[in-house]
C-alpha cells in the first residue's frame, strides 16, 4: 500500500515530521478518487459531534487520533471544532468545512481535494504532503501554518498566510521535494507578510494585490505568475524564477530585495 511506503523515511526537520508524512505529492496517479474509499463517508456528521465533545489529548498528552484515516468525505462538517486535532490521512475530499476551526490541527497526508474551507481558521495548522487541489479557501486564516501541500488550482482570495510556513524541505527529499504547491493558484488580496515561500512553485498564480512585503521568494517558481500591484516590500527575490511573470509598477519593484538577482528577469513582462 502506498501509504506504507512513507514509514522507512527517517523525519529530520526541526518540526519534528513524522516519516508517513514525507510522501511525495504526486500521488494521485495511483489513486482512484472516484473509489468509495476516497469519495464516500463512514461516519455522519453526529458521529464526528461526538467524538469532538472527547478532549484532543489524552492522559499523556497525546493527540487524539480518533479521526485518523476517517473517511469523510462530502460530508458537511461546517463550523465545527477540530482545533488541535489529529485529521492525520483522513478524506475529506469535496468536504464542507466552511468556518471550521482547524488551529493547530494535524492535516499530514489528509486529503482535501475541492474541499470547502472558506473563511476556516487553520492557525499553526500542519499540512504536510496534504492533496488540496482546486480546494475553496478564500477568507480562511492559515497565519504561521506549515505548509508543504498541493494546492494547485485553489482559491486563496483573501487568504491570511503571514508567517505561514511554504518552503521546501530539503532535508526529506526521499520520495519527492516536499514544498508548497500553488499551481494556478488564486491568491489575490490574499496577506502573505512575511511568509516564507523559498522555492515553492508559484507558476500561473494570482497574486494580484496580494501582500508579499518580507517575504522569502528565493528560488520559488513564479513564471507566468500575475504580480500586478502586489506590495513587494522587503521580499527577496534570490535566484526566484520570473520567466513570463507579470511584474508590478517599478516602485513597487524598487522596494523589492535583490532582484537583480532573480533569474529570468529579462523575460518577465512588465506593467503597461
Do not use: Y
Amino acid at each position: 500500500m502506498l501509504f506504507r511506503l512513507a514509514f522507512a523515511l527517517v523525519s529530520m526537520t526541526a518540526l519534528v515530521i513524522d516519516p508517513r508524512d514525507a510522501l511525495s505529492q504526486d500521488m494521485l496517479r495511483s489513486v482512484d478518487l472516484n473509489s468509495p474509499e476516497m469519495s464516500a463517508s463512514e461516519m455522519t456528521r453526529a458521529d464526528v459531534e461526538a467524538l469532538l465533545k472527547a478532549p484532543p489529548q489524552d492522559a499523556a498528552g497525546h493527540r487524539s487520533a480518533d479521526l485518523e484515516g476517517k473517511r469523510l468525505s462530502q460530508l458537511d462538517l461546517s463550523g465545527l471544532d477540530f482545533s488541535g486535532r489529529s485529521l492525520r490521512l483522513a478524506k475529506l475530499n469535496r468536504t464542507n468545512l466552511k468556518g471550521a476551526r482547524l488551529d493547530r490541527a494535524i492535516l499530514n497526508q489528509a486529503w482535501l481535494i475541492d474541499a470547502d474551507l472558506t473563511n476556516a481558521s487553520l492557525v499553526q495548522a500542519s499540512l504536510l504532503s496534504t492533496q488540496m487541489q482546486r480546494a475553496k479557501l478564500g477568507g480562511a486564516d492559515l497565519k504561521g501554518a506549515r505548509i508543504a501541500a498541493d494546492l494547485s488550482g485553489a482559491t486563496l482570495i483573501g487568504a491570511r498566510l503571514a508567517g505561514a510556513d511554504l518552503s521546501a524541505d530539503m532535508r526529506n527529499q526521499s520520495m519527492g521535494l516536499m514544498r508548497g504547491v500553488l499551481k494556478s493558484a488564486d491568491l489575490r488580496n490574499a496577506d502573505l507578510n512575511a511568509a516564507n515561500l523559498s522555492r515553492a512553485n508559484l507558476e500561473f498564480a494570482k497574486l494580484e494585490n496580494a501582500n508579499l512585503a518580507n517575504c522569502n521568494l528565493s528560488r520559488a517558481e513564479l513564471a507566468g505568475a500575475d504580480l500586478s500591484n502586489a506590495n513587494l516590500a522587503g521580499a527577496d527575490f534570490t535566484e526566484t524564477d520570473l520567466a513570463s511573470a507579470l511584474l508590478p509598477s517599478a516602485a513597487a519593484l524598487a522596494e523589492a530585495r535583490n532582484l537583480d538577482k532573480a533569474r529570468n528577469l529579462n523575460l518577465a513582462r512588465r506593467p503597461p
